[in-house]
């Protein structure tokens, strides 16, 4: 039934060793998410993907990158994980937000604990 | 200044407790306004969601928005606690094409 599925749940990882979250949807969206969220504080969105067109935030840091192979599919690549990197990763879905219905609200995987060392 | 800005908490109540949970906006151009729960160390999930201004009820669950104080709410009658967990309000700005969060308000409802 699960419909977002992140993998893994729980990461480890030392300092400055590359690290790669995995996510991946049933729903057939065309946009999928990717959040960070830190503890007590709201997510914020680190890009997306409308289609396979890549929308990076302003303020991401470029240690963040993003695959997306295909409509089921999306990657988060940590290439250098700092110690500030440490918090839950976010991936969610919906569908063309440009279509100003409300179900283009946004589906979330149940997310993935990243641990730095 | 958050664009939206929400009660912080936590907040903690007795079980049967009507609870009541506030955000505030400041852009015009959010059109959407979904409530999300958050239980420990899971991703969030939608609850509820309301465009214009006014009620939404959904059993226990009523949705208030009223857009000409950039205020929305969320009541909870006949709180459990299996409501016990963080909500998030969330607007979205379907020009832009995203979400805006606010930080979470924690409940905690003891039985």
């Known amino acids: 039934d699960a419909m977002v599925i992140q993998n893994p749940r729980y990461q480890v990882t030392q300092f400055g060793k590359p690290v790669t979250l995995s996510c991946s949807q049933t729903?057939?969206?065309?946009?999928m998410y990717w959040y960070q969220q830190k503890s007590s504080q709201a997510p914020k969105l680190l890009f997306h993907?409308?289609?396979?067109?890549?929308?990076n935030e302003a303020d991401t840091p470029d240690n963040f990158q993003s695959r997306r192979p295909n409509t089921s599919f999306c990657f988060l690549d940590i290439r250098s994980p700092g110690l500030g990197d440490a918090a839950m990763y976010l991936c969610?879905?919906?569908?063309?937000?440009?279509?100003?219905?409300?179900?283009?609200?946004?589906?979330f995987g149940p997310g993935t604990r990243l641990t730095v060392l | 200044q958050k664009e939206v800005e929400q009660d912080p908490g936590p907040l903690s109540v007795p079980e049967g407790a009507i609870v009541s949970l506030n955000c505030t906006y400041s852009?015009?151009?959010?059109?959407?306004f979904m409530w999300y729960r958050q239980y420990s160390r899971k991703g969030p999930e939608l609850l509820m969601y309301?465009?214009?201004?006014g009620n939404k009820e959904d059993g226990r669950f009523t949705a208030q928005v009223d857009k000409s104080s950039k205020y929305i709410s969320l009541f909870i009658r006949d709180s459990q606690p299996s409501d016990s967990a963080t909500y998030l309000c969330?607007?979205?700005?379907?020009?832009?094409?995203?979400?805006?969060f606010g930080d979470g308000t924690t409940l905690t409802v003891k039985p």
């Open positions: 969610a879905t919906s569908r063309d937000p440009q279509t100003g219905t409300v179900s283009d609200t946004q589906y």
């Open positions: 729903l057939n969206h065309n946009v």
């Open positions: 993907y409308y289609d396979k067109d890549f929308n």
């Open positions: 852009n015009s151009a959010f059109q959407y």
């Open positions: 309301t465009y214009s201004s």
């Open positions: 969330a607007m979205i700005n379907t020009n832009a094409g995203k979400s805006t």
